[in-house]
């Protein structure tokens, strides 16, 4: 999968109640809404199952683009530690 490596597999997932998932899923809930407002349906009474199904596919929206930037975060901080190791000249510590 392009989207996540397989090195990203060793990464702890994400918890399923985080910011991306809660607000992905909420803008696919107002998205819902919104469908049944422009097409004079009853706003939140009609179509329930499309509300329900577009919260869930806002929120594993979200926790995969939560898993993909704690993928590259890792990545980054694995590739800054290792440009450390490699030049410990430049990052002495202060003695003070």
Avoid: C
Avoid at 39 to 48: D, L
Avoid at 49 to 77: C, M, N, P, S
Avoid at 88 to 96: L, M, Q, R, S, V
Wanted: no cysteine; proline share 7%.
């Amino acid at each position: 999968m392009v989207f996540l490596p397989d090195e990203s597999r060793s990464l702890p997932p994400p918890p399923l109640l985080n910011k991306g998932s809660a607000w992905l899923g909420l803008a696919g809930w107002v998205a819902a809404l919104l469908d049944n407002g422009f097409n004079q349906r009853p706003v939140i009474r009609a179509g329930v199952h499309r509300q329900i199904l577009f919260t869930t596919v806002g929120w594993f929206v979200g926790y995969y683009l939560a898993k993909r930037t704690e993928y590259i975060h890792a990545k980054l901080d694995r590739e800054l530690f290792e440009y450390i190791r490699q030049h410990p000249e430049d990052f002495k510590t202060a003695g003070i």
